[in-house]
């Protein structure tokens, strides 16, 4: 008699519990990968943008005046080099990241912020005490 090669069903209870172990533990890590991944985008335009304003800064003296909310753009009529009208032309900068939000602090400073997706970052309490900023779950760039 020959006998046929194949799983216990043991065997197979083994295996597809352990499959629902490593299930159980990594899911939860990897659910929040793309708000992570978002708000580290965010925090990047942020510091680019603030690079662009230093660079405004340094050929003005003075930053821009004007305040804008999340999504407004500025405005170029209000901003910006008097050859082109434009702070965003180029020479400075892009627009002001998406869903970010910016108010000039008289002419020798100014904030900027973003609301992250998540609200744990230890970047948003850090940046808050520097920045003095007010806005839940929100990350904070100034010209400090």
Excluded: W
Aim: glycine share 8%.
């Amino acid at each position: 008699m020959s006998r046929s090669r194949a799983f216990t069903l043991i065997e197979l209870l083994v295996v597809i519990s352990i499959i629902a172990v490593l299930t159980a533990v990594l899911l939860p890590n990897l659910i929040g990968i793309r708000g992570r991944a978002a708000d580290a985008r965010k925090k990047a335009d942020l510091k680019d943008f603030q690079a662009a304003l230093r660079l405004y800064y340094n050929d003005h003296q003075a930053y821009p005046g004007q305040t804008i909310s999340p999504g407004q753009q500025f405005n170029p009529s209000v901003l910006g080099d008097e050859d082109t009208g434009r702070f965003t032309d180029g020479t400075y900068s892009t627009d002001l990241p998406e869903e970010a939000a910016y108010a000039p602090d008289g002419t020798d400073g100014y904030k900027m912020y973003a609301v992250l997706d998540n609200e744990a970052d230890p970047d948003i309490l850090t940046s808050q005490a520097k920045c003095g900023g007010s806005v839940t779950d929100a990350y904070y760039v100034c010209a400090q």
